[in-house]
């Protein structure tokens, strides 16, 4: 068995290098369902980007506390790739500096940063993929965040301008991207993600589950962080009027961290009535995040601005019929298998839900839609698309 040795001494096996034809880089530094969407983009994608290219090698640029988590399974088999390690965390100094010297070192024919943040000055070809302009549309609020803004616009810009190609997650990323960063249309590719979670669960574990949360009445699910984007206040006061005005027993469950810039958002969204009603449930693992779905009435997102909207496609998996905001993307992704509301507008929200909780033939038919809808994603296409985006440049 051959073996190569990581950074810090570590040693895995590999194949012999001159086994293979180019040399590709991938930054795994956000792999895993620990960075939310991003690292399940990663945790989806490039395993089975991997299983269909055999022709090139592979190098792994992944955290250091990931080695022992067991999270590079699906990469550590493969005999085409090279897991290297490095220290640099993301958003850092260390990513410019020192994550740049390491990238320069294996002198790679082309790298592919699956988020915008990468090393200003790193000049050999690479591929970005770029999910959203949402900073753009919604930049911080709080002074102290202008310098945070300020650096993001300099690497964001930098990656678009200087990239090969650009892979976003939906038509309406592109035309963001496009118009913010003054990018060609033709240097832009639209891939679209997929659900990831297994609507294969046992009764017995849904059940479980929503004992867990005290569930014991149909519930409106939403999925994501808590931040300002997911105009969450609009939403949970859209719940309150549904309650206050059409008399029905639900609840609304929010799953999701906080975000840490806006620990307050939680605060306003339980400012209504029926405050009792809101279940919020912290990160929950694939598991947990599964029976949530299965166990679900409908899927709910208030969002204002999404890349793509991963949650809502999750729930199509499921067959969960779809309440969502009236904007551009959703209407992109979901098509007709979602109904749609003004998310600045609760009087609206309520009503939707009403019509969703009351019509029992329409509740099938938007069920129906759903699994339709589910089809048309899926990773191994999305894999298949990016190898044809590397090839292109290669």
């Not at 499921?318 to 969502?324: E, S, T, V, Y």
Request: with cysteine; hydrophobic share 40%.
């Amino acid at each position: 068995m051959n073996n190569y040795t990581l950074s810090k001494g570590r040693s895995l096996p590999v194949r012999q290098a001159g086994a293979f034809g180019r040399k590709i880089g991938l930054d795994l530094r956000l792999f895993g369902t620990a960075h939310g969407g991003i690292g399940r983009y990663c945790e989806q994608l490039f395993p089975r980007l991997l299983k269909l290219d055999k022709a090139n090698q592979y190098f792994a640029f992944v955290n250091s506390k990931m080695l022992h988590t067991g999270a590079l399974k699906a990469l550590e088999s493969l005999n085409n790739c090279k897991i290297v390690e490095t220290n640099a965390r993301h958003y850092s100094f260390g990513e410019q500096l020192s994550f740049l010297r390491l990238l320069n070192k294996y002198k790679l024919d082309l790298v592919h940063f699956p988020n915008f943040n990468m090393p200003i000055f790193y000049k050999r070809p690479f591929v970005v993929t770029i999910h959203d302009m949402v900073h753009h549309k919604i930049s911080g609020a709080k002074k102290s965040h202008l310098l945070h803004f300020l650096a993001y616009k300099k690497v964001i810009e930098t990656a678009g301008r200087q990239s090969k190609k650009i892979i976003t997650v939906s038509q309406a990323s592109k035309k963001d991207i496009s118009n913010f960063l003054q990018i060609p249309n033709d240097k832009i590719e639209v891939i679209y993600e997929a659900a990831s979670l297994s609507p294969q669960i046992q009764a017995a574990k849904v059940l479980e589950i929503k004992k867990s949360y005290l569930l014991s009445s149909p519930y409106f699910l939403f999925v994501g962080v808590l931040e300002r984007k997911k105009n969450l206040i609009n939403l949970t006061r859209g719940f309150d009027y549904f309650l206050q005005k059409y008399k029905l027993k639900m609840d609304l469950v929010l799953v999701g961290k906080k975000d840490p810039h806006y620990p307050d958002i939680k605060h306003k969204a339980m400012d209504i009535k029926h405050k009792d009603n809101l279940v919020f449930a912290d990160q929950v693992d694939d598991e947990e995040l599964a029976a949530l779905y299965s166990g679900a009435y409908a899927f709910t997102s208030a969002s204002l601005h999404e890349g793509f909207g991963l949650p809502g496609v999750e729930a199509l998996s499921f067959g969960l019929p779809l309440l969502a905001s009236n904007i551009e993307v959703f209407n992109e992704i979901y098509d007709n298998a979602a109904m749609y509301f003004n998310p600045l507008d609760p009087a609206d929200i309520a009503e939707k839900m009403n019509l969703l909780a009351r019509d029992k033939q329409f509740y099938e038919q938007m069920s129906k839609k759903s699994l339709e809808r589910a089809q048309k994603f899926g990773w191994d296409e999305a894999a298949a698309a990016t190898l044809e985006v590397y090839k292109q440049i290669l």
